[in-house]
């Protein structure tokens, strides 16, 4: 009689709610995202494609610049259209326009990763800065973001890289300089909001400095919006990295660079729609799986946010 009193109490205790956290939330809202998902497998699959350029290169027996003006071009001097040696047809060079397409998805995505790296960092630290020191501080980088902003970016960089000369090193350099502005103002508006919150007065009465506060309490709690801007951002800096090749001033020839490849096909669009077509496609995919990709983390840290 005694145990079964015990189980019974046993079975009319609530359960106890077991807490989560809010980046264990965000994922797990995440996952069930169908369009979220199905951009991260294409966007997976474009990184695979990418580390794999090499096998790419072995299985066809074509390096990414090798001319094949024999075989490549027809009697008239013209790309040759897709067939069973070159899968996805030649560029007017002769080349292989499959393997050069796996090879720049290296260049754009080592540039959309870096000069991202770049950005976010850059406008995270003077953002915060900003927002928690105050005062005159706050006055000067606030100035300086909107200068920044104010200027026209494409322009700028254009000059620089015309001034430089065109490298992959410069490339980063100058799309990750000059994109931090919009990354610091989300930064700051988020710090205003929290640095009188009572976890950093608690901080400050226990004595603790404000690089600390800055870093280890007020930095969680704007690493949410950083994230999902950081996702948004990469499709942007890939664009604006191929539009510069297409200008003639991203990476020198003969790199394989998906921008300078469309630059190339100006000319064959008429004879030779592969040449334009592939290139483009690949561009064109990859952009919008990042920016499904990062409306879905978007959605997944403000769930009430609707989906446009």
Not at 68 to 90: K, Q, S, V
Not at 97 to 112: E, P
Not at 150 to 174: E, K, N, Q, R
Not at 264 to 271: I, V
């Amino acid at each position: 009689m005694t145990a079964a009193i015990e189980m019974v109490d046993v079975l009319d205790e609530p359960k106890a709610i077991e807490g989560r956290r809010p980046f264990s939330l965000a994922v797990r809202r995440l996952r069930k995202d169908k369009v979220a998902m199905v951009s991260l497998v294409v966007i997976v699959l474009i990184v695979l494609m990418a580390v794999l350029a090499p096998v790419f290169a072995a299985v066809t027996g074509h390096p990414p610049n090798e001319q094949y003006r024999d075989i490549g071009l027809t009697p008239d001097g013209l790309p040759r259209g897709p067939n069973g040696t070159f899968w996805l047809g030649t560029d007017d060079l002769g080349r292989d326009i499959l393997v050069r397409i796996a090879y720049g998805a290296r260049i754009s995505l080592l540039v959309g990763v870096l000069a991202t790296a770049i950005t976010v960092v850059i406008g995270v630290v003077l953002g915060l800065a900003a927002g928690f020191l105050g005062g005159i501080t706050d006055t000067v980088l606030a100035r300086l973001i909107d200068v920044v902003l104010s200027v026209p970016f494409l322009l700028v960089a254009i000059a620089l890289v015309s001034v430089t000369g065109p490298s992959l090193t410069v490339t980063v350099l100058v799309i990750g300089c000059f994109s931090w502005a919009s990354v610091a103002r989300i930064v700051r508006g988020q710090v205003l909001s929290l640095r009188e919150r009572e976890f950093v007065e608690a901080a400050r009465s226990l004595g603790a400095g404000d690089r600390r506060i800055m870093f280890v309490d007020v930095l969680p709690n704007v690493i949410a919006p950083v994230i999902v801007y950081t996702t948004l951002l990469i499709p942007v800096v890939i664009v604006t990295q191929a539009t510069l090749s297409f200008l003639g001033l991203g990476l020198p020839p003969p790199t394989p660079d998906w921008g300078g490849m469309i630059s190339e096909s100006q000319n064959y669009y008429t004879t030779a729609w592969w040449f334009i077509l592939f290139p483009g496609l690949a561009l064109l995919v990859t952009t919008l799986a990042f920016n499904l990709f990062g409306d879905g983390v978007r959605d997944a840290f403000d769930p009430r946010a609707d989906r446009t």
